[in-house]
């Protein structure tokens, strides 16, 4: 079945730094990706999302780049703030009408003033 | 909108006890998906619901496990008999209408279940 990969587990930079998590997939079927933030005690939050058609997209200091060839996504996050410190977590879908994502482990962000 | 609510917050059972977890979407959504997460692990899928009707229940363990969403009222995720290894967080998540499928997907806050 589809399996999505994320890396790395752990990432600690200093404030104003950039956050770079990378994400692999198996399914070449799959056609959508989103990002998704866990600060803790909560739920997972849709921070940005790209879908096969395209290769980047950007929304202030987060941006998504998917390179369909090579099966892989990833997040960069610019000018990081502490704000930012939270689990990051990539997934990746067939979308149309199957419901399920599949997820990565996560990425655990510590961002140090 | 108050978004997906999902109660209770933490839940605490014995081993043997059922436990049910509640899913309210969002406001004119009517589809419905349950994810588990164990520690330092993603969420992994677990069953989709649209009202009455389960659409992939693919991720749900055979046994102990079901889920539903009436007509009326939330969706309900069931564990009969918990044992330990039922402890984790589990998250609901809900999106608009056929048309829009999985695009829109909202998580609630999740229940906490811990099998002692």
């Known amino acids: 079945g589809e399996n999505v990969e994320q890396h790395p587990s752990t990432l600690s930079v200093q404030e104003g730094d950039s956050a770079v998590i990378k994400c692999t997939y198996s399914?070449?079927?799959?056609?959508?990706f989103p990002w998704y933030k866990q600060e803790l005690g909560k739920g997972s939050q849709l921070i940005i999302d790209?879908?096969?058609?395209?290769g980047e997209k950007k929304d202030q200091r987060i941006a998504v780049t998917l390179n369909k060839t090579a099966k892989h996504f990833s997040l960069h996050i610019t000018e990081t703030q502490p704000e930012d410190s939270a689990v990051y977590f990539c997934?990746?879908?067939?979308?149309?009408?199957?419901?399920?994502?599949?997820f990565g482990k996560g990425t655990k962000l510590s961002v140090k003033p | 909108n108050a978004g997906v609510m999902q109660n209770p917050r933490h839940l605490v059972r014995r081993r043997g006890q059922e436990a049910r977890l509640r899913c309210s979407p969002m406001?004119?959504?009517?589809?419905v998906y349950w994810y588990r997460q164990l520690p330092e692990e993603g969420l992994k899928f677990m069953v989709y619901?649209?009202?009455?009707?389960?659409?992939?229940e693919s991720g749900m363990p055979k046994e102990r496990f079901s889920a539903e969403f009436p007509k009326e009222g939330p969706s309900i995720l069931r564990i009969q008999q918990v044992v330990r290894g039922d402890s984790a967080a589990y998250f609901c998540?809900?999106?608009?209408?056929?048309?829009?499928?999985?695009?829109?997907?909202?998580f609630g806050s999740g229940t906490r279940l811990t099998v002692v």
């Open positions: 998540a809900s999106s608009p209408a056929a048309g829009t499928d999985i695009y829109g997907y909202t």
């Open positions: 399914d070449s079927a799959s056609n959508y």
């Open positions: 790209i879908r096969s058609n395209v």
């Open positions: 997934a990746a879908s067939r979308g149309g009408s199957q419901g399920n994502l599949i």
């Open positions: 406001k004119g959504h009517s589809h």
């Open positions: 619901l649209q009202k009455e009707n389960i659409i992939d």
